[in-house]
């Protein structure tokens, strides 16, 4: 008897999270953008680090970067990731400048090396979220 895969978590779109889950639906990636100074930022927040500004809006980012830090994950932290591992937690620093937390996916975690250009590649898990991930860009 086989038994039935555990589902990995899927993160609930906070208010402040709403735009960035449906720009993801459409297949897009944005960041705010500060009203007041035009800094962009990723995660979104009330204040502008760089002018205190309160006021942003959302931004179109190309989804290029390049792999700024990551994290092979050897160990099981939860069943739904069980089939996964090991695979890669990346923060990848956007063209734009903002740094987004994600995955690397289509490459093997041996050949993942700080300074790789990546690209976003959507991926669905429900018809409510589609999450950004990313994969190898070739230059």
Same mark, same amino acid.
Request: aromatic share 8%.
């Given at each position: 008897?086989?038994?039935?895969?555990?589902?990995?978590?899927?993160?609930?779109?906070?208010?402040?999270?709403?735009?960035? *889950?449906?720009?993801?639906?459409?297949?897009?990636?944005?960041?705010?953008?500060?009203?007041?100074?035009?800094?962009?930022?990723?995660?979104?927040? /009330?204040?502008?680090?760089?002018?205190?500004?309160?006021?942003?809006?959302?931004?179109?980012?190309?989804?290029?970067? /390049?792999?700024?830090?990551?994290?092979?994950? $050897?160990?099981?932290? $939860?069943?739904?990731?069980?089939?996964?591992?090991?695979?890669?937690?990346?923060?990848?620093?956007?063209? /734009?400048?903002?740094?987004?937390?994600?995955?690397?996916?289509?490459?093997?975690?041996?050949?993942?090396?700080?300074?790789?250009?990546?690209?976003?590649?959507?991926?669905?898990?429900?018809? /409510?979220?589609?999450?950004?991930? *990313?994969?190898?860009?070739?230059?």
């Amino acid at each position: 008897m086989s038994e039935t895969p555990i589902a990995k978590p899927v993160p609930e779109a906070s208010p402040a999270l709403a735009p960035f *889950f449906a720009a993801a639906r459409a297949g897009r990636l944005v960041v705010q953008r500060c009203a007041g100074c035009g800094a962009l930022r990723f995660p979104p927040r /009330e204040l502008c680090s760089r002018c205190l500004g309160l006021e942003a809006t959302w931004q179109d980012v190309s989804g290029r970067g /390049e792999i700024f830090s990551y994290n092979v994950m $050897h160990q099981v932290y $939860h069943p739904g990731f069980a089939a996964d591992v090991p695979y890669a937690v990346v923060i990848v620093k956007l063209e /734009e400048g903002p740094k987004i937390t994600s995955n690397l996916v289509g490459c093997p975690v041996d050949e993942i090396a700080v300074g790789m250009p990546v690209e976003v590649a959507f991926e669905q898990l429900s018809p /409510e979220v589609t999450l950004p991930k *990313f994969r190898r860009r070739r230059c």
